[in-house]
RNA sequence: GCUCCUGUAGUUCAACGGAUAGAAUAUCAGGCUUCGAACCUGAAGAUAGGGGUUCGAUUCCCUUCGGGAGCACCA
């Protein structure tokens, strides 16, 4: 497609536009496939649009062009018919000789990016936001990783923070002498709730933490293997988690190992002045200058806060990595403390790249979710929901099939209908969670999508005809499905960059599903084992399979599975 | 109170300032002796209100109303 536009932009410049060339899509496909504008031209050649349209057309056409069959002027546009032969077999060639590695840019080269997620808390619960969070990061490692970067994800575990104080101490005072249940993170999470609601509701036991907090950053010898120990169940857990995910990080950074050289930093930084005592005593940054509010580094008794481990966190993150790019994904609630965060590392030197991404919140079709009001979608519930639905469903269907291929099956589609629902929309927008909707596998979904590529799968493994590449004839690819798709097949290059380029996963899960409806039109109109002849259908299988191959790329880019049958 | 985000079919979401505002779902009407019906086709259905900028506004600006988030000892 970037060909095609190349050879559009000097065919216009040919008739002399000037400048950056915006192409655009026609609503339809029987006005073309690629239209020019001519809102700005017209203006700087003073004359109206449609003129310059006219006059536009009229220049082109005397010339020859190989992709180009057509060009015709409407209103105000000049829209471009692409000679359907020549793309077709521009592009399966490609698709066929590049695999899965069609799509991918080299924009990147030779730069090296940290991705931060998702960067959750021990004696925690892992919810359903956590786990938007894995599927955005998923996302944006392999979508850096397809445009040419060096990328090393890494997460950053809050084992040392308040909250494991009142976990430690919910744990102590009710649950002391209990027997820790199958599932100790999930405890630990639990205990955390309501040790919270206890410390909301009474006051008084405030001291009894504060108790707990001193001990534990004493390492006092009695709490401490406690700490450890449940500590180890929350990391124990989380891995599994990742492990299932997908996620493979190259290094894990923790809190407990951080809070002292935050200390430290906050020291030195009220020596160099950058820092200040505010309030009570408090070291403070002021960045009213930067309209950016006041950022706390020091508790007025003493106790640091997020950004006392996050200063040293960024230091020992490009330490180690010599990166030239970081990337943080959190909650958009954190959005003004990362510019605060942001602010800061460059006022002591930072000067690489530091991008904040935030995704919006998770929140439920009941109200907002909240470990106070007890609703809370932990990710492995939903998991095991809509895997005991899947596995329903796949063995309906299979009878003949084995128990353990009914649970491979129902595995990956899982992860395709969870992954694919948290993908479906623009990062920065609060979603709405619905669990039927998340359940359901008709429409936009992930199983959607593996639907196609098992009927592909399908097709080919039926398809009797050995198609021979160089003997495929593409001219007989001349359908108005048959196009579309192949133009479907072509933008995939310009999606991967999009993507990127907007942070936005939902460019890919949109594609998917569009060039997977796109496929189903086909299909239902045209045989492709059952066509006129061998040509046809030699041509067609061939389309199949770019489909498939694209298909799967995309899949990819979201960390989906995809499967030969389903 | 201040700052930021946001308001599009019943619902959940799309739409570089450009052509007839697209999908999904729900509803209604159709389609399997034919490559897999977890599919396809069709119908009906929307830009919160009011100003402004522009040849042109869902998009930019102002304003009213609604929703969300953040604002010094929480992460």
Request: charged content about 30%; overall charge positive.
């Amino acid at each position: 497609m970037q060909e095609v536009k190349k050879e559009i932009k000097n065919l216009l410049a040919v008739a002399g536009v000037k400048g950056q060339i915006e192409l655009t899509t026609p609503p339809n496909p029987e006005m073309g496939d690629i239209a020019f504008a001519c809102f700005n031209v017209a203006k700087e050649w003073k004359i109206n649009p449609k003129e310059a349209a006219d006059k536009i057309k009229e220049k082109i056409q005397t010339k020859k062009s190989k992709l180009v069959k057509r060009t015709e002027a409407v209103g105000p546009y000049v829209n471009f018919y692409l000679n359907a032969v020549e793309m077709a077999e521009f592009v399966l060639r490609q698709i066929d000789k590049q695999k899965d590695k069609y799509g991918d840019n080299k924009s990147g080269k030779g730069k090296k990016v940290l991705i931060e997620y998702p960067s959750n808390n021990t004696h925690k619960e892992f919810h359903i936001g956590h786990f938007r969070n894995v599927a955005i990061g998923n996302t944006l490692v392999r979508l850096y990783e397809k445009n040419g970067y060096k990328v090393y994800p890494v997460n950053y575990l809050n084992d040392f923070g308040n909250h494991v104080v009142k976990c430690l101490w919910g744990l102590l005072k009710f649950h002391k002498n209990e027997k820790p249940p199958a599932n100790k993170q999930k405890w630990l999470g639990d205990i955390y709730a309501e040790a919270s609601q206890q410390v909301r509701d009474n006051p008084e036991f405030g001291k009894e933490v504060a108790e707990i907090q001193k001990k534990l950053e004493e390492h006092d010898p009695e709490l401490w293997p406690l700490f450890m120990e449940t500590r180890e169940w929350s990391i124990e857990k989380f891995e599994k988690i990742f492990k299932q995910l997908g996620v493979r990080h190259s290094a894990v950074f923790y809190e407990k190992d951080l809070k002292g050289r935050g200390q430290k930093m906050t020291d030195d930084l009220l020596l160099k002045g950058v820092a200040e005592i505010g309030e009570g005593g408090a070291v403070i940054v002021n960045l009213n200058k930067y309209n950016l509010d006041v950022a706390m580094l020091r508790k007025s008794n003493g106790a640091g806060l997020y950004l006392t481990s996050d200063l040293p966190l960024a230091v020992a993150k490009f330490k180690k990595f010599n990166a030239d790019e970081s990337i943080v994904v959190t909650g958009t609630e954190q959005n003004f403390y990362f510019k605060q965060l942001y602010k800061i590392l460059e006022i002591i030197g930072f000067k690489n790249k530091l991008t904040h991404i935030g995704y919006g919140l998770v929140n439920l079709k009941e109200g907002k979710m909240s470990s106070r009001l007890g609703n809370v979608i932990l990710y492995e519930d939903l998991h095991d929901e809509v895997y005991e639905k899947l596995k329903m469903e796949s063995a309906q269907r299979h009878t003949d099939w084995s128990e353990k291929k009914i649970n491979e099956t129902a595995h990956i589609l899982t992860m395709a209908a969870l992954k694919f629902d948290m993908l479906k929309h623009e990062a920065a927008k609060n979603i709405t969670f619905d669990t039927k909707e998340a359940t359901a596998f008709d429409g936009f979904t992930g199983p959607y999508i593996l639907y196609v590529v098992a009927r592909i799968n399908s097709i080919l493994a039926k398809s009797k005809v050995k198609s021979q590449k160089s003997k495929v004839k593409y001219n007989l690819l001349d359908k108005p499905e048959e196009k579309q798709l192949l133009l479907f097949l072509a933008q995939y290059e310009e999606i991967v960059s999009e993507a990127l380029r907007d942070y936005n996963p939902s460019t890919i899960t949109r594609y998917c599903f569009d060039l997977a409806q796109q496929f189903n039109n086909f299909y239902n109109k045209h045989s492709v084992l059952n066509a006129e002849n061998n040509n046809l259908i030699a041509a067609r299988v061939q389309l199949c399979g770019a489909v498939k191959n694209v298909l799967e790329n995309a899949l990819n880019l979201l960390t989906i599975d995809s499967m030969e049958e389903m």
